[in-house]
């Protein structure tokens, strides 16, 4: 059975205050800091650190695997609150921690970034960015989390500008401006350090911008290159069926008559990267998946396919040079894009043999499995979430569809067990209505706020479609209304080598924020009734829990120091699926 300890219950004993860590020993002294330099070795090797956690994803093949068993599924049951670390501002958190030689990074909303001793949670330096006058951001304030590489800290704001911080201070290095926030580019992902290089998507597919993905001199911020997600020919191959072979019920003719009138929209296609790419050094190659297309819901603006929207790509690491991709769901008009990480790891193909492949858990509700080489489909899973009504068009009454808009599968992390050749997925059951813009509806500011977490323009100020149409102002093209039934969740178990799936544990909310699997044979997930659970990665039973007393929707990191395996979560909450707001790092150990 698992045990239960909650956060509440822990706190009367625990005096807990703004941007102070309470160790469950008090009288522990600091810890002396090493302050090692973190090198291109550690980088690459990070999968192999049972000490360290270096990478968002836990390495460049973005498995979240820690191989470190000291915590195991024999032991779980004793596991405790190590220290609480409360910051400053009750709002979602999405970090993923990282962790250097006993020192942990940690980001919150709104870009503070801050520093702690990963032993007892003690701050040690705190930076918060003031953001310049102009920020457009979608989906919230979120902030992924921060690279590591040299003596820096390296991290991304909701005004697009990425910051270097020295690791020891947090005093400010250099910053430069990746894009123009005033014609809505934004950052909410963390950043790649890979070889000198700090690479960086966009955010901001709800805006009329050209997608992208850019590296920098990690030494002084200087522009190395720039791939444009969004290619001067984005008409494609007028597809008419999904990554799946499902009708899109596309209307070819007219979109052929409307492309060679209007001509290509590229330049305000969207195209929205908004997770770590993976990167495979031995190809010199990196991997990602790209959003929506924009208008978000109104495809008579954006004739084609929309390349490479919805797609995963793949280029080249050193000059940033296109080598392959693979469109999931050509001329989306649902939303339904492509945002969990990728992942690197070998996987057989349907004759049996071991080749280099690409996982992505996307919104439609399956894992895709790649081929490495071309990009090119060996196949995908069962379907992780009920499908109805997939790629109905809308009408002006609404039109019900399953998946809704946060998928499937959202931003939330996949981890990987290799000895199981199981992949780990967060899902959310979530109908929605797909209606067609007409006039400003009433609900249009209501729905905004609650699905983006942010105050949006006013609707009355809106055109016909309800939507801005200057850059830089979010642009719809429609709406998706939350039906009022039943949403939940579940924990999915998939064999990436045969897309059958293991098992399936149901949760009470949609799930969102990512997993990690470790050597322990355990998996660790949270939920956004505040639940932060240990499964048997090979039968999914719950082996514990705690009660944080927010949602838990940020993906979890592991660690080591001095000789105790900790693991890390925060607890802010999440706006796109409304749970409860938190704002606490929480860590575990054994005793």
Avoid at 46 to 53: I, T, V
Avoid at 239 to 259: L, Q, V
Avoid at 326 to 333: G, N, R, S
């Amino acid at each position: 059975m698992a045990r239960v300890a909650t956060l509440a219950l822990l706190a009367a004993a625990l005096p807990l205050w703004c941007g102070v860590g309470v160790a469950q020993e008090p009288g522990d002294a600091p810890r002396p800091l090493a302050w090692p330099t973190v090198t291109q070795e550690m980088l690459s090797n990070a999968e192999h650190d049972g000490k360290n956690f270096l990478h968002t994803q836990g390495s460049y093949r973005q498995t979240r695997f820690y191989p470190n068993a000291q915590i195991n599924r024999e032991n779980v049951r004793r596991l405790h609150l190590a220290w609480v670390f409360q910051t400053d501002l009750v709002a979602p958190m999405e970090t993923a921690p990282i962790v250097v030689d006993g020192v942990m990074y940690v980001t919150t909303s709104f870009n503070h970034v801050f520093a702690l001793d990963a032993r007892t949670g003690r701050q040690i330096w705190a930076y918060r960015h003031r953001r310049g006058p102009i920020s457009n951001y979608c989906c919230g304030p979120n902030n992924r989390g921060v690279a590591v590489d040299g003596d820096r800290v390296y991290f991304a704001t909701l005004d697009s500008r990425l910051v270097a911080l020295d690791r020891r201070t947090g005093k400010r290095v250099w910053d430069i401006e990746i894009a123009d926030p005033e014609m809505g580019y934004s950052e909410t992902m963390a950043p790649t350090a890979v070889d000198g290089k700090i690479i960086i998507g966009t955010n901001g597919g709800e805006f009329p911008t050209r997608g992208f993905v850019k590296a920098f001199d990690a030494a002084n911020g200087k522009l190395l290159w720039t791939f444009h997600t969004i290619p001067e020919n984005s008409q494609g191959v007028w597809a008419t069926t999904d990554a799946t072979g499902r009708d899109m019920h596309r209307d070819i003719e007219a979109e052929k008559k409307d492309y060679a009138e209007n001509g290509d929209p590229y330049a305000t296609l969207g195209g929205a990267v908004w997770q770590n790419p993976s990167v495979d050094l031995a190809t010199r190659r990196i991997f990602f998946v790209v959003g929506n297309p924009n208008p978000d819901f109104n495809g008579a603006l954006r004739p084609g396919d929309n390349l490479y929207t919805d797609s995963l790509v793949s280029i080249d690491l050193d000059t940033g040079k296109y080598v392959c991709h693979f469109q999931y769901v050509p001329h989306d008009v649902w939303d339904i894009d492509d945002v969990s990480p990728t992942v690197l790891v070998d996987v057989r193909d349907n004759d049996g043999k071991i080749v280099p492949g690409v996982l992505h858990a996307g919104k439609v509700g399956h894992l895709f499995v790649h081929r490495r080489k071309d990009c090119s489909l060996i196949r995908f899973s069962e379907a992780l979430v009920p499908q109805e009504g997939l790629w109905t068009p809308p009408t002006h009454a609404g039109t019900r569809m399953m998946p809704g808009s946060n998928g499937g599968t959202e931003w939330s992390a996949v981890a990987i067990n290799e000895s199981l050749n199981l992949a780990y997925t967060e899902n959310l059951v979530q109908a929605m209505d797909r209606l067609v813009a007409k006039g400003n509806r009433p609900s249009f500011k209501r729905w905004v706020k609650s699905f983006f977490d942010a105050e949006p323009a006013d609707a009355a100020s809106r055109g016909e479609d309800g939507e801005d149409h200057d850059s830089g102002k979010l642009r719809l093209g429609g709406w998706v209304h939350y039906l009022e039934e039943p949403q939940w969740g579940n924990l999915t178990a998939v064999d990436y080598n045969t897309g059958r799936i293991r098992w399936v544990v149901k949760t009470r909310h949609p799930m969102m924020g990512g997993t990690l699997a470790t050597a322990g044979e355990l998996l660790f997930a949270g939920q956004g009734d505040g639940f932060f659970r240990a499964f048997d990665a090979e039968t999914g039973a719950v082996l514990w829990q705690f009660q944080a007393g927010a949602g838990v929707n940020a993906p979890p990191s592991s660690y080591e120091v001095d000789g105790k395996q900790y693991v890390v979560v925060g607890a802010g909450g999440n706006g796109l699926i409304g749970t409860k707001r938190g704002s606490v790092i929480l860590a575990f150990r054994l005793d």
